[in-house]
């Protein structure tokens, strides 16, 4: 058990403590947790931050960074002047969203107040407030005592998929980031597919 899991909550940061309840998403990617994420952001009694996957606790007691923030903003940064002028205020609201989360593993501040400030950045007095990373499927007992121990009611969610579902899923995703939206066809995600899962069973047989 964590330090911070048996003291007592007044060390925290207060806003911890303002939704009835704090819920983390965690599971399996390709599993439906970005649609998951929008469908709570739309809900008018849910907070959610505007970037999905902070990866908090992965980087503090997991050591894997948030490098696909950075990702997702360099992609933001790369649209056209046009483009970013009509999605001024979403561009704005996800790159303030970043500055929060960058500060996330420059060092873990007492209480939690900086990952307070990226998860209670839309906060507006919702009965509910989390977020959804499926990395903290891969964090130990200890982290998820120290996140139970942030609230009053605390809930965790495990998202799964069929797992060769997951898999096309992936295949595709990779098709894409390689060719773009026109060059993922259903025949060539089955085609690598079966020649990825012909070698993995190659492998396996050696």
């Given at each position: 058990?964590t330090?911070?899991a048996?003291?007592?909550?007044?060390?925290?940061?207060?806003?911890?403590?303002?939704?009835?309840?704090l819920f983390?998403?965690?599971?399996?990617?390709?599993?439906?947790?970005?649609w998951?994420?929008?469908?709570?952001?739309?809900?008018?009694?849910?907070?959610?931050?505007?970037f999905?996957?902070?990866?908090?606790?992965?980087?503090?007691?997991?050591?894997?960074?948030?490098?696909?923030?950075?990702?997702r903003?360099?992609?933001?940064?790369?649209?056209?002047?046009?483009?970013?002028?009509?999605?001024?205020?979403?561009?704005?609201?996800?790159?303030?969203?970043?500055?929060?989360?960058?500060?996330l593993?420059?060092?873990?501040?007492?209480?939690?107040a900086?990952?307070?400030?990226?998860?209670?950045?839309?906060?507006?007095?919702?009965?509910?407030?989390?977020?959804?990373?499926?990395?903290?499927?891969?964090?130990?007992?200890?982290?998820?005592?120290?996140?139970?121990?942030?609230?009053?009611?605390?809930?965790?969610?495990?998202?799964?998929r069929?797992?060769l579902?997951?898999?096309?899923?992936?295949?595709k995703?990779s098709?894409?980031?390689?060719?773009?939206d026109t060059?993922?066809?259903?025949?060539?995600?089955?085609?690598?597919?079966?020649?990825?899962?012909q070698r993995?069973?190659?492998?396996?047989?050696?």
């Amino acid at each position: 058990m964590t330090a911070l899991a048996l003291q007592d909550k007044t060390a925290l940061d207060p806003r911890f403590a303002r939704p009835e309840r704090l819920f983390f998403v965690i599971g399996a990617q390709k599993a439906g947790t970005t649609w998951l994420h929008d469908y709570c952001g739309s809900h008018p009694q849910i907070c959610v931050p505007a970037f999905k996957e902070l990866d908090y606790w992965s980087a503090i007691r997991g050591g894997f960074g948030t490098g696909m923030l950075r990702n997702r903003l360099a992609k933001l940064e790369g649209r056209s002047p046009l483009r970013r002028a009509v999605s001024g205020f979403l561009f704005a609201k996800k790159a303030r969203a970043l500055e929060l989360a960058e500060r996330l593993v420059a060092g873990e501040t007492p209480g939690h107040a900086s990952y307070a400030d990226a998860l209670f950045q839309t906060y507006t007095d919702q009965r509910a407030a989390g977020e959804i990373s499926p990395q903290y499927a891969m964090l130990g007992r200890d982290a998820f005592a120290e996140m139970n121990a942030l609230g009053r009611d605390v809930r965790f969610a495990l998202v799964m998929r069929d797992p060769l579902s997951r898999f096309f899923s992936g295949v595709k995703h990779s098709v894409r980031a390689v060719h773009g939206d026109t060059g993922v066809t259903e025949d060539r995600v089955r085609d690598l597919g079966r020649i990825l899962a012909q070698r993995a069973g190659e492998l396996v047989g050696e």
